[in-house]
């Protein structure tokens, strides 16, 4: 997903190959999987279409409140084909993916599906948090980090507003059950 000034540019291009190459746009796919996701229990994140690909490439990432499992991978990828084949598209190879644990956190949705996890947030002033989630409350979301000489668990509440970027952390060992249990889970999932 692009973040960059050459958005604009990348898109017309895009969907100029797409015109050329006879493959849907990014938002056709959106309209087309949209209502099929969401029955499912689905929200799609992004699509894209990659038509210089040999052969062309439409991925689509989706997610849900529950998580994305392989069996949800085969009943959307199933889905999303039938839908597609409907357009008479050229050939192309189909894609459907979870987000990843390297995209940055950008909506409350993304911070309530991430509750427990382990993450970085860079704040508006450039100083950085690491902690555990733990729920969105209004405006805000709850972060559990330590603090302190002894290295104490203390809970934040740090506005929305207030964080320029945030990203999942990778974790090797489980997490301290004091810590899951003031993020505001039982200690058992996660």
Request: cysteine-free; overall charge negative.
């Amino acid at each position: 997903m692009p973040q960059t000034g050459s958005v604009t540019i990348q898109h017309e291009e895009l969907a100029v190959a797409e015109r050329s190459t006879g493959l849907p746009s990014q938002g056709q796919v959106i309209e087309l999987l949209e209502a099929a996701f969401a029955r499912a229990g689905f929200d799609i994140e992004d699509v894209a279409i990659d038509p210089a690909a040999r052969p062309p490439r439409i991925t689509v990432v989706t997610d849900s409140d529950s998580g994305l499992d392989l069996d949800a991978i085969a009943e959307l990828s199933k889905t999303a084909s039938g839908l597609l084949d409907e357009l008479d598209t050229p050939a192309y190879v189909l894609e459907v993916t979870s987000p990843g644990v390297d995209r940055p956190l950008t909506t409350p949705t993304h911070y309530r599906r991430a509750h427990g996890r382990k993450v970085e947030l860079t704040l508006s002033d450039g100083s950085t948090l690491t902690g555990r989630l733990g729920p969105v409350a209004g405006e805000a979301v709850r972060l559990v980090v330590r603090e302190g000489a002894r290295s104490q668990y203390t809970v934040r509440d740090v506005a929305l507003e207030s964080i320029a970027k945030a990203v999942v952390q990778v974790e090797f060992s489980p997490p301290n059950p004091r810590e899951l249990e003031l993020a505001g889970q039982s200690g058992k999932e996660g």
